[in-house]
């Protein structure tokens, strides 16, 4: 078997452009995979011109809020590029360096500020987005979404919270601040206080009466508006959300990105190279003459798993060392690298033998690998919930299949310290490898026919 | 079927074709089906060490699959193939089975190492010398003209020292330098006892240089002898074209036998 390898690495270093296809291109696909899964969800980059009056102040019942900080909060979320105007703004969007434009009208605090008035307006942000891409129409219009949402729930809580300070000056008494002075203000729990100390000095009769119905209201009134001020808080967010954890645990995004970067480079090297490099013993016709006693078939497929496993290893590790230099790895877990590596190498040299075996020509084995590993890894990215159940299912079932998603789940077990064991995939796998070398042992039986 | 050895019995000597001189291989009503279609209707022949056989017929008569059978490649349905004394039989097949970005040197080195050679080395040095192709020993096969490339191939089949040679149509594609180059070495490895067994479809081929013809239509045995008494026999049932050519007397052979 070793000699076949040895042939193999050395009709592999004869062909410079084979080899650049099947190293460099998958580095160079998993590369800009793995920045795109990290960097898209995280920030994406959103035009920003903010055109209220510096002055601006929103008023509630007659009173300045302090600074809502509306920018703050949009820019802790995306990555905001400043423009000077709408022109800029429009040409950015166009070209495609922002994913949308969020524009502050001018009026915006004013028409929030007519919201307390008999004659309330609506107030709206600006929003440019370019829609040639429905994909890129779908992100953004979520991204917005979300973001308004959360400003709004930012200024509805401002408010909330400035009717919660007014509601406790009207219990406890206090100071209210207004129009640059400063007003002392008794209070309903004073107040209370002050007519039960006057009680006993009036005379029994009507007046006493009267008094301490009126003691009774301030003291019922205090202790309800005390209820109240919890209630206006839980307006402003009347649902909260209680995150509970049942299955699975989400590794890291770049580690995430890193595991896809990984068992994509892995999938292409190892699936095109073995179905290809068998393939290409009967386009020598050497198949026949090799398996003509010299070598058991079993013994050829067997060599060929080895070959997609040895330059497989390789190339990811090249990757993952490469890698690392941008975010920082477990060195520590190297072992366990390996093995996802192994497992998921030989998983897809076997899926590629038993293709190569199939196909049994190198144009239509090359297409074949193709047309099967490309759809198959994005499926294998679509997290489940995110589509119909019926649909997931489906994919959840084609994807168990072929061995990208378990290799994919060996390979983040392996890199994230954090994450789930590694032994369910590699299970998975070692029943994939049998699988499809028994597929491949089975096709081989007419490859070399006509 | 059934491959076995007769280690010189007196039937094995009986069946060879050359007096005297014992059978290398014997092949007994052999037969093969693809589905309904029979290609090969209980062919039966033998063939003497050193002796040199040439396979003939028109297109679907059978050649390649009998040589195929004979190599070991394919499964008969009936019948026997029989190694005399325990020879390995050699298989060049039609279109060369080597590897094109492999040198010529490696090419052999790899394939004697395949075969457990004690000294690959030396073995591929030997063929190198036997094929005299040592000069080019660094070329990488796809640069090689056929007639070198089907050197190669048969340096490769002769590899494991065969006492019988299987060549299936080694002379296709080749031009006629070439065609010379390929039959003197073919002629060399028969001077020195190999039995060589070829099909072809080159008529004047097959008179040339093989010493029997063995005329297959249609999957059955139509003629076994020399060149001569395929002459006498084309004499016989079609006098018509007994003064032709040897490829005009052939096809009216063929012909008067029904195909």
Not at chain 2, 224 to 247: M, N, Q, W, Y
């Amino acid at each position: 078997m070793r000699w076949l390898l040895l042939k193999d690495l050395q009709i592999l270093r004869r062909s410079p452009l084979q080899a650049v296809l099947l190293v460099a291109y998958p580095i160079l696909i998993a590369i800009l995979v793995g920045f795109a899964i990290s960097r898209s969800p995280e920030k994406p980059r959103v035009a920003f011109l903010n055109e209220v009056p510096s002055g601006a102040h929103v008023n509630v019942g007659g009173q300045q809020l302090r600074s809502l900080n509306v920018e703050g909060r949009i820019c802790a979320r995306v990555e905001c590029v400043h423009v000077k105007d709408r022109d800029e703004a429009e040409s950015q969007v166009r070209s495609g360096d922002v994913l949308a434009a969020l524009i502050l009208p001018e009026n915006l605090v004013e028409k929030i500020n007519s919201l307390s008035t008999l004659t309330p307006g609506v107030p709206k942000v600006e929003v440019m987005v370019n829609q040639e891409d429905p994909l890129k129409s779908e992100l953004v219009n979520d991204r917005i979404s979300a973001l308004l949402a959360q400003a709004n729930l930012a200024i509805a809580r401002r408010i909330a919270g400035e009717g919660s300070h007014y509601l406790d000056l009207l219990i406890n008494g206090g100071e209210l601040k207004i129009a640059g002075g400063s007003f002392p203000i008794l209070g309903l729990r004073a107040t209370a206080q002050i007519l039960s100390a006057l009680e006993p000095a009036l005379p029994p009769g009507s007046l006493r009466t009267s008094l301490n119905q009126v003691t009774s209201f301030a003291e019922q009134a205090r202790d309800n508006l005390n209820v109240a001020g919890p209630l206006i808080d839980r307006i402003a967010q009347p649902i909260q959300v209680d995150k509970q954890v049942v299955s699975g645990s989400s590794p890291p995004l770049e580690i995430f990105a890193i595991a896809v970067a990984a068992t994509f480079t892995l999938a292409f090297v190892t699936v095109l190279l073995v179905a290809g490099s068998l393939a290409l013993e009967r386009e020598e016709n050497a198949f026949s003459r090799l398996t003509r006693g010299l070598v058991s078939p079993l013994a050829l497929l067997g060599e060929k798993v080895l070959l997609g496993v040895v330059v497989g290893l390789v190339v990811t590790l090249l990757m993952l060392g490469g890698l690392a230099i941008f975010v920082p790895l477990e060195w520590s877990r190297f072992g366990l690298w390996l093995l996802a590596i192994l497992f998921g190498g030989a998983g897809l040299a076997a899926a590629g033998a038993a293709l190569g075996a199939v196909a049994r020509e190198v144009r239509a084995v090359s297409l074949l690998a193709f047309m099967v590993t490309l759809p198959i890894a994005f499926l294998s990215l679509i997290p489940s919930g995110s589509i119909g159940s019926g649909l997931s299912d489906v994919i959840e079932v084609i994807t168990a299949l072929f061995p990208f998603k378990p290799a994919l789940r060996a390979m983040t077990a392996a890199l994230d310290s954090a994450g789930p064991a590694i032994g369910g995939p590699l299970l998975h796998l070692a029943i994939l490898i049998a699988a499809y070398g028994l597929i491949a042992r089975l096709a081989l039986r007419r490859f070399s026919a006509i | 079927m059934a491959r076995g050895f007769c280690h010189g019995t007196p039937a094995c000597v009986a069946a060879s074709t050359v007096p005297g001189v014992e059978a290398a291989l014997e092949v007994q009503g052999v037969v093969k089906r693809f589905g309904e279609r029979e290609a090969l209707r209980g062919v039966s022949f033998a063939v003497a060490a050193g002796e040199r056989v040439a396979v003939i017929g028109p297109n679907g008569a059978g050649k390649t699959t009998l040589l195929s059978i004979l190599a070991g490649i394919a499964r008969p349905d009936g019948g026997e193939v029989r190694e005399v004394n325990g020879g390995t039989i050699g298989w060049v097949p039609q279109q060369a089975a080597l590897y094109r970005r492999l040198t010529v040197e490696e090419n052999l080195l790899l394939f004697a190492r395949l075969e457990g050679h004690e000294d690959p080395r030396r073995s591929a040095e030997e063929m190198l010398e036997l094929c005299r192709l040592t000069e080019r020993r660094g070329e990488i096969v796809a640069r090689l003209s056929g007639g070198n490339q089907q050197r190669i191939n048969i340096a490769i089949g002769l590899l494991s020292r065969p006492a019988v040679l299987l060549l299936d149509e080694p002379s296709v594609g080749l031009d006629p330098r070439q065609r010379a180059r390929l039959w003197e070495f073919v002629l060399e490895l028969a001077a020195h006892g190999t039995t060589v067994i070829f099909s072809t479809h080159d008529i004047q081929e097959a008179e040339r240089y093989g010493q029997r013809l063995l005329v297959l239509a249609d999957g059955e045995s139509l003629f076994d002898g020399s060149a001569e008494a395929l002459r006498e026999a084309v004499r016989l049932e079609a006098p018509e074209s007994a003064d032709s050519d040897f490829e005009t007397a052939f096809v009216a052979y063929l012909h008067h036998r029904g195909h």
